[in-house]
């Protein structure tokens, strides 16, 4: 069974910086790709950024430039570097994995399996 941990998460004012981590535990498989996920109260759940097993990375238009997803396959463990935060990222954070090598369509939910308990980001104007 896979275990994801995030941490990182706090609060911020705008313009300000975070780094997301989100480590895996239990039986980490060959191959497994991942994916952020936040989600603000009253809103629905939507993808902030995807790696596949090799490390290829896709984001939501609305944080392309400002965050960068990242792993470290030796450490077992995903990262979201974000920058220039803005109110509108404030959000619970989590991170989610499935087997294989990628996602068919990154930002959506049911293509995970494995999530974490999530973190949370507040970003102040």
């Known amino acids: 069974q896979v275990q994801l941990v995030e941490s990182g998460g706090g609060s911020v004012q705008a313009g300000g910086a975070l780094r997301l981590s989100c480590e895996v535990f239990?039986?980490?498989?060959?191959?497994?790709?991942m994916g952020w996920f936040r989600q603000a109260p009253v809103k629905e759940r939507e993808g902030v950024a995807g790696i596949t097993m090799y490390g290829g990375t896709s984001y939501a238009d609305s944080v392309k430039g400002r965050f960068t997803i990242s792993k470290d396959n030796a450490k077992h463990t995903l990262y979201l570097q974000m920058h220039n935060l803005q109110p509108e990222d404030t959000a619970m954070y989590s991170c989610?994995?499935?087997?294989?090598?990628?996602?068919?369509?990154?930002?959506?939910?049911?293509?995970?399996?494995?999530w974490g308990q999530g973190t949370q980001v507040t970003v102040s104007s």
């Open positions: 989610a994995a499935n087997y294989g090598m990628f996602a068919t369509v990154w930002y959506e939910s049911r293509q995970y399996n494995y």
């Open positions: 239990g039986y980490i498989p060959s191959d497994y790709y």
